[in-house]
C-alpha cells in the first residue's frame, strides 16, 4: 500500500502539500497519481507524474497544483503542493500509480477546506 500524508484543516484560498514515499525498486518507472475522493463519488485522479518526468492535471487543478516526485534513498517521493484551495477540494486524497491498482491503495489523507 502506498499511504499518503499531510491532509488537515485549512480555510479556503489556504494551502497544504501533501507526501507519499513509495520503495524505488517497484515504482522508479511507473507514472505515480495523486487522486481524490469525495463522499458518493467516484474516486478521480487529480494529477500524474510520469516516470520520464513529465506532468498532467485535472482541468480544475490546473495552476492551483503541482505534483513532483524525486528519488532519494530508495524511495520515489510523491507530492502535491496545493494552493488557493476551495472546499469543493474537500476531499481524501491518495497516491497511486497511473493506471491504479488496487493492491496500492492506502487509507488516503483528508483535507478539508472551510469557506
Known amino acids: 500500500q502506498l499511504q499518503a500524508s499531510g491532509g488537515g484543516l485549512v480555510h479556503a484560498g489556504g494551502s497544504l502539500r501533501l507526501s507519499c514515499a513509495a520503495p524505488?525498486?517497484?515504482?522508479?518507472?511507473?507514472?505515480l497519481g495523486w487522486y481524490r475522493q469525495t463522499p458518493g463519488k467516484q474516486r478521480e485522479l487529480v494529477a500524474t507524474?510520469?516516470?520520464?518526468?513529465?506532468?498532467?492535471?485535472s482541468g480544475s487543478m490546473k495552476g492551483r497544483f503541482t505534483i513532483s516526485r524525486a528519488n532519494a534513498n530508495n524511495t520515489v517521493y510523491l507530492q502535491l503542493q496545493m494552493n488557493s484551495l476551495k472546499p469543493e477540494d474537500t476531499a481524501i486524497y491518495y497516491c497511486?500509480?497511473?493506471?491504479?491498482?488496487?493492491?496500492?491503495w492506502g487509507q488516503g489523507t483528508l483535507v478539508t477546506v472551510s469557506s
Open positions: 507524474a510520469t516516470a520520464l518526468g513529465s506532468t498532467n492535471y
Open positions: 524505488m525498486g517497484v515504482f522508479r518507472f511507473k507514472h
Open positions: 497511486n500509480t497511473v493506471p491504479s491498482r488496487a493492491e496500492y
